[in-house]
């Protein structure tokens, strides 16, 4: 079983960059599938970006895509999720999920076994 543990939120302004760190322990993570989600006040959770097993292939949601960018390391057992030109819209807690999968990715939240904790992202006007 894998543990997952998220970092690097902030406080940010808009336009700005920040670099969220998606650290794994206790199984193989080369093995998963990880998709990053978010959370604004509500709910819901929304899919940002998820990647593969072994990185090759990686999604986006529209409202990201083009600034964001999600990546990993399966020797460090990271993945990373780089956001760029940053908004006021990004703000939200961020997770990382992770999902025992060679052949796969999804975008629904319910797919994935493992959950972090969050971390904050604010991006001021």
């Known amino acids: 079983q894998v543990q997952v543990v998220e970092s690097g939120g902030g406080l940010v302004q808009a336009g700005g960059s920040l670099r969220l760190s998606c650290a794994a322990s206790g199984g193989t993570f080369s093995m998963y599938a990880v998709g990053w989600f978010r959370r604004a006040p509500g709910p819901e959770r929304e899919f940002v970006a998820g990647?593969?097993?072994?990185?090759?292939?990686?999604y986006y949601a529209d409202s990201v895509r083009g600034r964001f960018t999600i990546s990993r390391d399966n020797a460090k057992n990271t993945v990373y999720l780089q956001m760029n030109s940053l908004n006021p819209e990004d703000t939200a807690v961020y997770y990382c999920a992770a999902k025992q999968s060679t052949t796969y990715y999804s975008s629904s939240p319910e797919w994935y076994d493992y959950w972090g904790q969050g971390t904050q992202v604010i991006v001021s006007s």
């Open positions: 990647i593969i097993w072994s990185g090759i292939r990686t």
